[in-house]
């Protein structure tokens, strides 16, 4: 069994940044998968960004410039950087680890953006 366990979120102003880290348990990190969703109120939830085992990485067009998504394997642990947040960003954002077919989540992470 896989747990994540997400951290970094808080309250901030628009144009600041935020770096989410996102610690799996586990042995089978280094060979995953890892992605960052976000689903704001009433809304479906989406992908954000996602990275390989093999560290390429794809992100929304929403979020293409602004945030980074990284892993560092040693630490089994994913991050996402998040620079010139918006109040669009606002959001709850989960952690993701697919190793096909199994697939974990975090328990979620609150970003808001407002001034």
Do not use: H
Not at 68 to 77: D, E, G, L, V, Y
């Amino acid at each position: 069994q896989v747990q994540l366990v997400e951290s970094g979120g808080g309250l901030v102003q628009p144009g600041e940044s935020l770096r989410l880290s996102c610690a799996a348990s586990g042995t089978i990190f280094r060979r995953s998968a890892m992605g960052w969703y976000r689903q704001a109120p009433g809304k479906q939830r989406e992908k954000v960004a996602s990275i390989t085992s093999g560290g390429s990485t794809n992100y929304a067009d929403a979020v293409k410039g602004r945030f980074t998504i990284s892993r560092t394997n040693a630490k089994n642990t994913v991050y996402l950087q998040m620079n010139s947040l918006k109040p669009e960003d606002t959001a709850v954002y989960y952690c993701n680890l697919n190793n096909d077919p199994n697939e974990y989540w975090g328990q979620g992470t609150q970003v808001t953006v407002s001034s």
